[in-house]
């Protein structure tokens, strides 16, 4: 599965500090849980692709 294949997959997603000083990702799907934890520089840098990607994506016309 790749960025651009549809999926029927619901999943949620939670972000938040932990009490380590660490910022964490937990995505929960069905039973599965994932937790990601990175250090505050890491999730900067997500931050910004995210931010990036976004910029992007409203750029881009829908296929109708």
Same mark, same amino acid.
């Given at each position: 599965?790749?960025?651009?294949?549809?999926?029927?997959?619901?999943?949620?997603?939670?972000?938040?500090?932990?009490?380590?000083?660490? !910022?964490?990702?937990?995505?929960?799907?069905?039973?599965?849980?994932?937790?990601?934890?990175?250090?505050? *520089? *890491?999730? *900067? *840098?997500?931050?910004?692709?995210?931010?990036?990607?976004?910029?992007?994506?409203?750029? !881009?016309?829908?296929?109708?």
């Amino acid at each position: 599965m790749g960025i651009n294949d549809d999926s029927n997959i619901e999943a949620n997603l939670q972000i938040g500090p932990t009490d380590h000083g660490m !910022v964490r990702l937990f995505i929960t799907a069905d039973r599965l849980e994932i937790p990601m934890d990175f250090s505050p *520089e *890491e999730a *900067e *840098e997500i931050a910004e692709e995210i931010r990036a990607a976004a910029a992007t994506a409203g750029k !881009v016309k829908p296929r109708r």
